[in-house]
């Protein structure tokens, strides 16, 4: 079983940063895939960013030069900075783990952007 938590959403305002974190634990595969998803009211939840266990990363074109996803390998944790928040970032935020054994979410966290 894999186990995934997720912290650092929370209220911003427009133009605004943030930094959302995610711990994997449990039986972590060598090679995996750690992304971020989000979902916002309304409407399906969507791929913002993605990182391989090989460091090759891809974005969605809407948080193209806005955010960077980040591994830091050693602590099994993926990171997602925000810059230049927009309110049509507002969604709860969730972090996903594939590997070889299925795909794993965490609980999400709320990313709130007033404008």
């Known amino acids: 079983q894999v186990q995934l938590v997720e912290s650092g959403g929370g209220m911003v305002q427009a133009g605004g940063s943030l930094i959302l974190s995610c711990v994997a634990s449990g039986s972590i595969s060598g090679l995996n895939t750690m992304a971020w998803h989000r979902q916002a009211p309304g409407r399906q939840r969507e791929l913002v960013a993605s990182?391989?266990?090989?460091?090759?990363?891809a974005y969605a074109d809407s948080v193209k030069g806005r955010f960077t996803i980040s591994r830091d390998k050693a602590k099994n944790t993926v990171y997602l900075q925000m810059s230049n928040l927009k309110p049509e970032d507002t969604a709860v935020y969730y972090c996903?783990?594939?590997?070889?054994?299925?795909?794993?979410w965490g609980q999400g966290t709320q990313v709130t952007v007033s404008s």
């Open positions: 990182a391989t266990s090989a460091s090759g990363t």
């Open positions: 996903k783990l594939n590997q070889f054994s299925g795909d794993y």
